[in-house]
Structure formats: C-alpha cells, structure tokens
C-alpha cells in the first residue's frame, strides 16, 4: 500500500508518492505547486489556505488514479507560525520570516534578555527571524493577533490542524522556535513568562512517527475519501532531509541544500556550551531523539533571487542557463558571505553583490556569468569554513560530505565543494525532504525497524553522485582570500 508526503519548500511544494517493496523505495511525484509568499503593503505573508487547498489536490489525484493511501505526512519550513482563536478559527494570514518585522528585534530583545541566557536554554542558532523574535516583534507591535490568540502552531501543525482537527506541536519543529529547552524536554515555561507569552498557547509535543490523528469527516466528505491516518514526521524539512542521509558511518556530515543549505551532523544529545554559543550553532531536533547540530546558511537564495531580479527586467534564464554562464566566467574574481544581512530580504540581488563587494574592496562582477560564479564559489567556499566549525565544535573529523536535497541538481556547486573541502562530496537523494518524511511514516508502521535500517534502504534505492576535490592549490589560495574578504578569519 502506498503512503504520500507532502513536502513544502519556501518556492513550492509537492506531494510525493512512496511504496516500499522488497527493501526498495519507489517515489512518483503526484502533485506539485508554486507556493509564492503574498505581499500586501509593506508585509509578507504566506498563502496558508492555498497551501490546504493543494494538499487536498494531491490527496484528490490519489483518488483518481485509485491509490488507496496508507497514511499521510507533512514537513515544511520552520520558524514560521499562525494562531488559532478560541473557536478553532485561524487569526490572520501567517507572517513570512522574511517580513521586516524582525529588523532590530533581535537586538532590542537582547537588551531585555541577555543572548546567553537565551542560548543557554533553548540551544538555537541566532537569526532575526527565529519564532522568538517574530512573537518579541509582535508584542512591541501590539498586534491584535495576540489578544485573540488561544493556540500556537507551527506551519505543519496548522496544516495538520485543518486536516484532522486536532492539535498538537512537534518535536522537529518547536525545537526551531528558540522557545524549547532541549534538557528539560518540553517548552521552556520560565522563557515564555519573561517574554510575556502564555504558556497555555502551546500544546503537547509529538515525536516523528507518532500518531498525529486522521483526516477529518468534513474533508473526507468533501474529497469523497475515506479517513486517512496522519502521522507526525520530521516536520522541519532539513529533520526529513537529514534522516533521509545514506549514511553507513555514523559519524556524518550532512549539507541539506536548497534555498536554505544547513550544515552539520548528527548527534545523541545537544551540545550547549560556550563555544556553540560563540560559533552560532543551533541544535534541532530529529529523529529517535537525535539532535541535529548545524549552520544555516543562506544557500542557493541568493542566486534563486538573482534570477528573479533578471526576469523583471526581461531577461529570463533556466538555471543550467546560468550555470553554463559561470562555468564560463573567470574564477575567483569576487567574493561574498552569502550570510551577510544585506542578502537576507527579497530585492536587487545582483546589485547587493555588487554593493558588498565595492565595500570590501572588491571589483564588482557585472555580468550574468561573472554574478553566478561568484556566488557559486562563495557558497563552496562557505561551506568549507561551516564544515571546519563543524569538525571543532564536535569533535569529529569527518571523510566527506552528504549532499541532499534539489541543490544537488547544481552540478557545478557539488563539484566545486568537493574541491572547497578537499574531501569526497557524496550527492544524493534529491528528494531528500520528502523522502526523509516517507520512511518516518514506514518506521511508525513497522515496515522499517529504526532510522539506520531506513538509511541503508535509501542508500540501496537511490544513487549517490561522487565528486572527488580538484584543483586543491587554486582553491586553498581562493579560501584564504575568501576568510580575508569576508573577515571570517
């Protein structure tokens, strides 16, 4: 019988179809859609209830190709939220992480709250638009939203929450909000009084692969489908893709790359020192009650955005287009940190690049080829420099590097991290999200017994694409310029 996940990412979403026969994973891609954040006068804002009616798409399309579904899951993008009022109704379109809202909410929190103390308890990367600083930016707002808020739920929760009628938080995800403690297990109710927020908002935590419900009467008769069990997953997307790592060793390193790349391993308990908190890692959890400890990084946003830029002024470009433009461009002319705070909003990001570099120093790529290359170069340059934290902070020393998720499609930026890092990059699956939230839902069913049995599945159903480093001297030289540009050094 078959099972499906919906896998929602910042630009789309799409509703993959899983079997498992023999130890061996088959996907088919039911249905997929754009999931274009709205912008209504100054604020951004996601599209929710478009997103509940293209779930009920992908579960109409199983109907109409007979597909009797086993169960159902949902994993998203974390940090953002919506509020429910005390009738069940939703309060407000939810905020896109990227609105402004949270321009200099985070230091003005830290002046009430000191920084340490915040890491000290919840363990969580800084970065503005972290759920805290959303809420923090909301209070000083004095938005209405929080007088008729009752319940708190994450994306996937909400979605859930239409789905089923139930409401539950879970665990991938609330530990995204920088309001989980991750030693005492729970939400951090001494954090939420000095914040001002009510702990009654926030609901019982679930576990991926826990029971999370079925489908309600009312959208089984809409639909005309029978009930469906929902199980909670992995919610967080880089949870699923980092379950969804082929990994036999289990000391890895992972980089989920997307939108967003995330950058780190795995680990049994969550490393909150000093040292964590001085390099800004986040340790979110997974499954089995794994932790993943990483850096987000600003990932393929940028280029994603540069494109987006050229097509208003006419000038549209597939991204092999611009990858074959780069390949052709001079290398190691410009340099930027994608982490800069001048990438984060949506804008002119090919004249950002261009800023950056005239502030440091740099002469500013003007073509299209010369863009791309470097922010390819910079992004493998990054992630060498993330990796490196990654090895001290943990103490490992890892072989190489797991590449998953729609990244990987970016030949060029596999290979040229291979040669960053010097060591093997291993690039697959692709599918990495949804693939993650399918064998979830099969360790909850008992058709796998654990999440390693479910890594060797993967790795026994999926290729892997190995990238050896080349051009080692070129690029070591390129990494000291890099660390001296950006001031990372």
Same mark, same amino acid.
């Given at each position: ?32 859609f ?17 997103l ?5 798409q ?22 953002? $939220? ?10 407000? &379109? ?7 809202q ?21 363990? =969580?990367?800084?970065?503005?638009? &972290? ?5 923090y ?14 319940r708190?739920?994450?994306i ?25 403690n ?14 001002? =927020?009510?702990q ?19 959208v !089984? ?69 794994? $932790? ?43 340099f =930027? ?36 290359? !470097? ?22 020393? $890892? ?23 010097g ?13 993650? &939230? ?13 999440i ?11 290729p ?6 080349? &051009? ?6 390129a990494?000291?310029?890099?660390l ?6």
């Amino acid at each position: 019988m078959s099972i499906l996940a919906f896998d929602l990412g910042a630009s789309s979403g799409r509703a993959l179809l899983g079997r498992l026969t023999d130890r061996k994973i088959e996907v088919e891609e039911l249905h997929r859609f754009p999931n274009d954040p709205v912008q209504v006068g100054d604020r951004l804002h996601w599209d929710i209830l478009r997103l509940v009616h293209e779930i009920k798409q992908g579960l109409l399309k199983a109907k109409h190709q007979d597909i009797a579904l086993k169960s159902i899951g949902i994993d998203s993008w974390a940090v953002d $939220f919506g509020f429910i009022d005390k009738n069940g109704e939703l309060v407000g &379109n939810p905020y896109h992480y990227r609105d402004r809202q949270t321009d200099g909410a985070m230091e003005a929190l830290f002046a009430e709250l000191p920084a340490k103390e915040i890491f000290g308890r919840t363990g =969580i990367q800084f970065l503005q638009f &972290n759920t805290i600083f959303q809420l923090y930016a909301l209070k000083k707002a004095n938005s209405p939203w929080l007088q008729q808020a009752d319940r708190f739920l994450m994306i996937p929760d909400l979605l859930r929450y239409f789905l089923t009628g139930d409401m539950y938080n879970e665990f991938s995800n609330a530990t995204t909000t920088q309001l989980y403690n991750p030693i005492k297990g729970n939400w951090d109710g001494e954090l939420l009084d000095k914040l001002g =927020i009510p702990q009654s908002w926030f609901g019982p935590i679930l576990q991926p692969g826990a029971s999370a419900g079925k489908l309600r009467h009312s959208v !089984c008769s809409e639909l005309g489908i029978d009930s469906i069990p929902v199980y909670a997953v992995a919610e967080h997307d880089t949870g699923s893709a980092v379950a969804a790592v082929p990994a036999l060793d289990r000391s890895f390193a992972y980089l989920s790359c997307g939108t967003w790349s995330l950058m780190g391993t795995e680990v049994d308990q969550p490393v909150i020192n000093d040292l964590a908190g001085e390099l800004n890692f986040t340790n979110e959890g997974g499954v089995d009650g794994t $932790f993943r400890l990483l850096k987000n990084i600003m990932g393929l946003w940028v280029l994603q955005e540069s494109r987006r830029e050229w097509e208003r002024t006419g000038k549209s470009y597939t991204f092999p287009e611009l990858v074959a433009s780069a390949e052709k461009a001079a290398p190691f002319a410009a340099f =930027i940190d994608p982490d800069d705070p001048m990438f984060l909003h949506p804008g002119d990001m090919p004249a950002q690049i261009r800023s950056y570099c005239l502030q440091t120093g740099q002469q500013p790529p003007e073509d299209v080829g010369a863009i791309v290359r !470097c922010i390819l170069e910079s992004l493998a340059l990054k992630y060498r420099y993330v990796l490196e934290l990654t090895e001290r902070l943990s103490g490992k020393q $890892f072989n190489g590097l797991h590449m998953v998720g729609g990244g990987i499609h970016n030949t060029l930026l596999c290979a040229w991290s291979a040669n960053a890092i010097g060591k093997p990059v291993w690039a697959g699956p692709a599918e990495g999200s949804a693939i993650g &939230n399918l064998v979830v839902q099969w360790i909850a069913q008992g058709e796998l017994a654990d999440i390693w049995e479910a890594r060797q599945v993967i790795r026994e159903s999926f290729p892997v694409t190995v990238y050896e480093p080349e &051009n080692r001297s070129e690029w070591e030289q390129a990494y000291g310029r890099f660390l001296q540009i950006t001031r990372l050094a």
